[in-house]
């Protein structure tokens, strides 16, 4: 197999087809994106394929999750073809063109095993870990319980983006802080998202999510200066009173390893781990 010469080249639109038909017949494909999601990708020429030709050997996609750190989006390697070697082949590309778009950093959220050590052996190291916490909806109301006095639970206003991106980043510790633009993304698709409001200033917020039956807390956030006052339990409370409301039966979310604090609160609230901790695999970039 090394004596066939491989070409890796930026994907084209002509290749979307050819990618997604990859997984049908690949053991070793990630594909963490949607058919649109892989179109902007390849548009941002964040999208590689190893190509002899007639035959596709692989692909691997990037794209962008904040300034200067790209997501691991997608990979892909023909059956017989050495994981290292593969790697090496696409990767190399991928990391030069991040560098010219001032990326810094690449992630990858390790959900499929066979990847992680791997990419470890490509440079990659292990910086966090991502833990899924579940519930069943209260079957009472919880918010009576947790609402606070001083505190006002109120619909998110379009002029307080800005305010609500640098709570954002107070409370999140890099690289788990939204930009601008993520924020406005979920304020458009979330089912519920509410702010506090606490001494005229935002102090907290929280996104909601529903899928059915189940509902999932996307974001739940308090800043630093207003931490253990009880806003956190308010917005959690709320936020299961909503889903109990609209009919979920369960609601999840995630949390970061080292995010103890976070993990506190939601044992407290009866959320219990579920399924295996997901390693957050981390490699920084540098110009060659």
């Known amino acids: 197999m090394h004596d066939i010469q491989i070409v890796v080249r930026p994907a084209q639109l002509a290749d979307l087809e050819r ?16 058919f649109e999601d892989l179109r902007q990708m390849v548009r941002a020429h964040t999208c590689f394929v190893a190509d002899t030709g007639p035959l596709l050997w692989g692909f691997v996609c990037a794209s962008s999750y904040q300034p200067g750190l790209s997501m691991l ?19 190399r590309p991928l990391e030069a063109a991040l560098v010219e778009e001032e990326k810094r950093h690449l992630m990858h959220l ?20 991502i833990i899924h916490f579940e519930r069943a909806t209260p079957p009472q109301p919880l918010t009576p319980r947790y609402r606070l006095e001083d505190v006002t639970l109120r619909p998110m206003r379009p002029h307080e983006i800005q305010d609500l991106t640098r709570l954002d980043h107070q409370a999140f510790e890099w690289p788990w802080q939204f930009s601008s633009g993520e924020l406005v993304k979920w304020i458009m698709l979330a089912d519920r998202f509410v702010v506090l409001e ?22 739940l956030a308090v800043a630093p200066p207003w931490q253990n006052r009880g806003l956190g339990r308010y917005l ?17 979310l995630n949390t970061q390893w080292r995010n103890t604090s976070s993990q506190r609160l939601y044992k407290g609230f009866g959320f219990r ?15 060659s």
């Open 110 to 129: 390790a959900t499929d095993v066979w990847l992680a050590a791997p990419l470890m052996r490509q440079g990659f190291t292990p910086h966090d870990y």
């Open 198 to 219: 606490h001494q005229d200033c935002l102090a907290g917020y929280a996104c909601t999510q529903l899928h059915g039956e189940q509902a999932q807390i996307v974001r």
């Open 73 to 91: 989006r997608g990979l892909g390697l023909i059956n017989g073809w050495r994981i290292d070697d593969g790697l090496s082949y696409l990767l």
């Open 273 to 287: 781990a579920v399924g295996r901790r997901i390693p957050v695999l981390l490699k920084a970039l540098f110009r």
């Open 236 to 252: 959690l409370a709320d936020a299961l009173d909503f889903a109990a409301q609209r009919g979920a039966r369960y609601v999840t």
């Open 19 to 34: 990618i997604y038909q990859f997984r049908e017949h690949a053991r070793r494909v990630v594909m963490h994106f949607g």
